[in-house]
């Protein structure tokens, strides 16, 4: 099983879209019409990715033959500043591939998912993938894959440092086992404290089995500086300061083969995929564990979705998302890199390989990031400060409150 990193930790700043909207390539009507199309390397080989969208225009349009669709394939930098720009232009597209976080920032240009998907496919959704798409308690758009990142334990370590078949489950579990790892030479785990690393993959994961969230229910403040907040960044301070995690990822990111998780001298990680560790460990000594959990179990996913933009011919996009999103359709863009369908009832794609066994298992407790049109913005704010806290420049409680301070102040202006 392979899964790409870049729909997960591709960082970006959202660009003002309120008030754009597609340059559509029909009436609103049930008629045919042209469906532009945009999407991404998902499939990271370009020929393979190419047969894919061809092979499914092909198929669709043999059962609508009055709808015409054009696939377009962008790369994944700058995307946000190129769609918005088209958008701005009037020369959007109908339907694009976007990630959660995006849906917030394009709301106001899409279409609501409900009036064009079946109630029979929302219902065959997971409901983690059905949250990762719902802003403002409405989905705005169609789940076509998901991943995600569970804990990741390196059976190499546990059995060189005398501690074979101990894998944790929760924090308690994993603080008892760090001095003994590190008596043998070995580390607990890593965090990646570098500011332009994304915090979904990072801290938030921690924040969510705190039972925090970055946000409060309303969306209108930031809520991680809570007592669940000042829980997790505290605890994760501590393997900082006892050794127990390698102190210089908080400032940096070597290349991969440069670190200690590559060096076999990690013995867990949440923020790496099975196909980032395996050149480095041996995929027989990667051992796929849950999240790990202190109030609640909860580990980091990405959902990738197809989005229908207004302007253009609802019913004819609508359809042609449908089709693509139903389970023996979306397969062919899930299989290639490794991804998992979000529908409860489909196929396993992976049915002799015992990690993606254990990853699917780990769907249904995923979360993809606060969907808010602050984010990324916060994510700004509040990387820093966290940083500043592992260096023990101040305390959590401090670096967590002077991050709020400023994160309510850019919720404010992108409300």
């Not at 009507?29 to 990715?49: F, L, R």
């Not at 190419?50 to 700058?78: C, H, L, R």
Request: hydrophobic share 40%.
């Amino acid at each position: 099983m392979r899964i790409s990193r870049t729909l997960a930790c591709t960082s970006f700043a959202l660009a003002t879209v309120v008030g754009l909207t597609a340059c559509g390539s029909g009436d609103s009507g049930s008629g045919g019409g042209t469906v532009n199309t945009w999407v991404y390397p998902v499939i990271a080989d370009e020929k393979a990715n190419q047969a894919y969208w061809d092979g499914m225009v092909k198929a669709f349009q043999k059962e609508n033959p009055d709808i015409k669709v054009k696939v377009s394939t962008y790369p994944w930098a700058n995307r946000d500043t190129a769609l918005a720009t088209a958008l701005a232009a009037n020369k959007g597209p109908d339907v694009a591939y976007l990630i959660p976080d995006q849906l917030a920032a394009y709301q106001r240009n899409l279409v609501p998912a409900n009036d064009y998907l079946s109630k029979a496919d929302r219902d065959a959704l997971r409901p983690a993938a059905l949250k990762a798409v719902t802003v403002d308690d409405t989905p705005m758009a169609t789940p076509v894959l998901m991943s995600a990142y569970p804990l990741l334990c390196n059976k190499k370590v546990f059995e060189g440092a005398g501690l074979a078949d101990k894998y944790p489950t929760t924090w308690e579990e994993l603080s008892a086992l760090a001095p003994q790892l590190k008596a043998k030479g070995y580390y607990a785990t890593s965090y990646s404290g570098d500011t332009t690393a994304t915090l979904n993959m990072t801290f938030y994961p921690l924040l969510w089995q705190a039972g925090g969230d970055v946000f409060s229910t309303d969306g209108k403040k930031a809520a991680f500086n809570s007592d669940a907040g000042v829980k997790a960044l505290t605890w994760l301070k501590t393997f900082i300061d006892a050794g127990w995690a390698p102190k210089d990822l908080v400032t940096t990111t070597p290349k991969m083969e440069q670190t200690d998780l590559a060096k076999n001298k990690v013995a867990c990680t949440w923020q790496n995929s099975a196909a980032e560790v395996e050149p480095f460990w041996g995929k027989e000594n990667i051992v796929v564990r849950p999240a790990l959990k202190a109030d609640a179990q909860v580990a980091y996913g990405t959902v990738g979705t197809l989005a229908v933009f207004k302007g253009g011919n609802t019913s004819a996009a609508g359809k042609w998302v449908s089709f693509v999103s139903q389970e023996k359709n979306s397969a062919g863009l899930q299989k290639p890199m490794g991804y998992f369908p979000p529908r409860t009832a489909a196929a396993d794609l992976y049915p002799s390989d015992a990690q993606a066994q254990e990853t699917a298992k780990v769907l249904d407790t995923t979360e993809v990031g606060p969907l808010n049109k602050a984010a990324r913005d916060v994510m700004g704010v509040l990387a820093p400060e966290i940083q500043g806290a592992l260096l023990g420049q101040k305390s959590p409680q401090a670096a967590l409150d002077a991050a709020a301070k400023a994160a309510d102040q850019l919720i404010a202006r992108k409300r």
